[in-house]
């Protein structure tokens, strides 16, 4: 039996957007070719077919959540 490695690429980032409380929606082209966003105040992730640069602006001007902090491991 042989095993096949097949690499996967990590999403790139292609845009990063300041929401009104300081957060930060990123939005990343994901290896197949679609976009996904993620947001560092609110935590939403989102990935559609239909996500776009103007989805993520969208989130960004809606969400009023402050940047969480960094949880570090005990």
Do not use: N
Not at 8 to 27: L, M, R
Not at 28 to 44: A, I, R, V
């Amino acid at each position: 039996m042989t095993a096949t490695i097949t690499p996967i690429a990590a999403p790139a980032t292609v845009g990063a957007i300041s929401s009104q409380a300081g957060a930060t929606v990123y939005v990343y082209t994901d290896p197949d070719g679609t976009l996904s966003s993620d947001c560092t105040g609110c935590g939403e992730y989102a990935w559609t077919l239909a996500a776009d640069h103007g989805f993520a602006r969208q989130h960004a001007a809606a969400c009023f959540r402050r940047p969480s902090p960094l949880r570090l491991a005990a």
